[in-house]
DNA sequence: TCAACGCTGTACCGGTCGGTACAGTCAGTT
DNA sequence: AACTGACTGTACCGACCGGTACAGCGTTGA
């Protein structure tokens, strides 16, 4: 048994706060030893890759969260109706009715999505697509299941974009509601 | 009379790439200095504020921009509807069907927001008011046109990072077009 | 008891950051 | 011809960047 007073794992919260907030570039190892309380030295005992291996370790942990939360209710849930509502709800939670940004959106826009090209594809396709999966179960006609849900995804980031932009959370559960009702409504 | 060999409204065109490209913590002067061939004492000369004005003057030019070509016309076509069309083909040409981030929405996600916040808010707020004018004009209930026009927005934002995500021009084209679709059926 | 190992703090590295200082250049004015 | 002032190149600044090296710590299993 290795004793572990911190592990890698504890840290991943943090990080994906840091990079939402100031961005990869922005985030740096002195904010990074700040916020999670270690020394670099323990950071890169974790972490031996550095940086870019922090934010793939949160990207990674992202998908996984998505993948337990979002991905897997939408594919196996009974009631597919259901768990398109399921998704909503969730979504409004995880990204905090607006306040909260999707960082796999931010690094999309920004100069690192090169370095996670690949992750961040598999995000919005795996998400696009077991949306159009469920979507086609809940009687959506197949020609519609796949831009349906391209565009519910769609809606779900520029609600956040624009909610950010103008400091309305307001806006972005209206702009979900919308959304949903949209989807629901050809179902 | 200054002799003027460069002037600083020639640099705001490639600030405005490079800060697109790299986001603003990205983009050090060094990599400004070999973009606009102008050396740091010409660059200060320019912008004595240095990174953070040239920053603002993009998002100055950007808003100019806007207004414009998108917003004037939105508020003074005769043809509402037509002039909804026109926003639509000059927003996919401006973004280059998805290829180009759009600044203001990326400011919003980073960590820079905090410092433009109000020519965030601003540019997206007329913008919605504006597109949300011309829908009342075009026919739009008024309970509706505020509601559609954050829509609207929300969905060119969101289709600049989907389409950026996972690097599919035609995404962000057909979600223009249905986008559109939806607010002309109503009105 | 002790070696092994997981974890930590600190000192340090070269490089780059944004920014400043300032002398030099050159067209236009007088 | 002297002057003015917009523009430019370069040398330089302290701070901070991401990253490395490494000795030391406490706990564990042998």
Tied chains: 1, 2.
Excluded at 36 to 47: A, I, N, Q
Excluded at 63 to 79: A, C, H, I, N, T
Excluded at 94 to 118: D, P
Excluded at 121 to 150: C, D, H, K, M
């Amino acid at each position: 048994m290795p004793r572990t007073i911190h592990e890698r794992a504890d840290t991943l919260p943090a990080l994906g706060e840091l990079f939402r907030e100031h961005g990869y570039e922005g985030t740096s190892l002195a904010l990074i030893s700040a916020k999670t309380g270690l020394g670099k030295g323990s950071l890169y005992h974790f972490f031996p890759g550095g940086k870019e291996e922090m934010a793939a370790a949160v990207l990674a942990h992202i998908d996984e969260w998505f993948e337990r939360q979002v991905f897997k209710p939408l594919r196996e849930g009974e009631d597919a109706r259901a768990a398109i509502h399921a998704m909503f709800r969730t979504v409004d939670e995880y990204f905090r009715s607006g306040r909260r940004v999707c960082l796999v959106g931010a690094f999309a826009l920004g100069g690192v999505r090169g370095r996670y090209a690949e992750r961040i594809n598999q995000y919005f396709s795996v998400w696009i697509e077991e949306l159009a999966s469920a979507l086609r179960r809940a009687g959506t006609p197949r020609g519609r299941a796949r831009a349906s849900a391209e565009d519910a995804i769609a809606m779900i980031q520029g609600a956040l974009v624009a909610a950010r932009a103008l400091d309305d959370a307001a806006l972005f559960r209206r702009a979900l509601k919308r959304a949903e009702a949209r989807l629901t409504a050809q179902a």
